[in-house]
């Protein structure tokens, strides 16, 4: 892999100076240990945890003492190793989380109800969905990769989210739920040139962003707080597979506990809105960015810049 591209497109993913402190690891105010933050009594659902990303967030709500975590994949091989992991965690950490894994193809909607209804018959009420599963496809232009291709990008990350959060949201319960959207800063990078090589996954990640952003004008947090994460980044399959080097890359931990930090009362004030798993929390709460957040219904939402000023 040329060097230069690694540097380019690594200077490119890190910058960000939103807030003046910028994580690369998990920092106290969202470890997963904190009382406040605790997923005690709660069911989480984490689509696409048998790997990567979705096995980070996984791991951090067993480090929160999550009741049950419900993984899906399609590999039951994989799944059940991570099932194993995860069990092993919640030896280590001391908690009692009880892992589910079912197999399921999230764009597979039969497959899908089965999983919803199955889920009720067993009297299962999910309370923190995180929609984490992606495609990603070749760093090809659009038009270059077709109209199918294309498509089927947007059916795994925007369709499939806007059916599991209807079946989320549906369920007969009135206690609170929290919906974690793990989207990807590339959608607000399309001018960085190793970004732009991939304008699929762009469109497909910014439809998911935006979904969860309309869905969260008409819903309360009160009633389901959804908070959309970029996580950084973090090696994986994905990764491995383009020839990238492990050492540049972001902690696990740090998605996985911000993930967690973002489905706690203490993230309401981010409902509808985005945020990078780097950003300093304390600093997110408080302060001129705090005041911004209350102010400017357009900041931290996916929007068209300029088009509402005077010049
Ligand atoms: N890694 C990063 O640096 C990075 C950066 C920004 C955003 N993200 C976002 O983070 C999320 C996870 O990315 P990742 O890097 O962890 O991806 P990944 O390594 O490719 O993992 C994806 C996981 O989802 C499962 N999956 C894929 N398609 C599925 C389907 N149709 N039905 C059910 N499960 C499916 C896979 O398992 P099976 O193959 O067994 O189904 C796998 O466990 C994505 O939303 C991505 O956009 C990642």
Known sequence: MDPDFVDQLFKGLLHTEVTKKVHRDVYPAISPSRPELSQAGRVILVPG??????????????????????????????????????????????????????????????EVDAFWKDLAKQGIIVDVFVNNVAK?????????????????????????????????????????????????????????????ERPSYILSKMAGTMLFQLIALHVPPEKMQIVTMHLGVVYGDGWKAMGFP??????????????????????????????????DVEELATGKIRERIESDPEYLRASIIGANCSI
Not at 69 to 95: N, Y
Not at 140 to 147: C, M, S, T, W
């Open 49 to 110: 945890a048998g790997t990567g990303v979705g096995h980070s967030i996984a791991r951090s709500f067993v480090r929160a003492s999550a009741d049950t975590i419900i993984i899906l994949g399609r590999r039951a091989d994989v799944l059940a190793e991570a099932v194993t992991k995860l069990e092993q965690e919640a030896k280590i950490t001391g908690t009692n989380t009880k892992i589910i894994a079912r197999t399921c193809d999230v764009v597979n909607m039969a």
């Open 136 to 196: 990603f496809t070749d760093p090809k232009p659009i038009l270059e990769l077709g109209a199918d291709e294309v498509w089927s990008q947007m059916e795994v990350n925007a369709k499939s989210p806007l059916y599991f959060v209807e079946k989320f949201y549906a369920q007969p319960s009135e206690k609170q739920k929290f919906l974690v959207n793990v989207t990807s800063a590339v959608i607000h990078m399309t001018e960085n040139p190793q970004v732009a």
């Open 246 to 279: 492990p050492d540049r890359f972001d902690s696990d931990e740090l998605c996985g506990s911000f993930a967690v930090w973002c489905a706690s009362e203490e993230a309401e004030f981010l409902h509808g809105r985005f945020a990078w798993s780097s950003w």
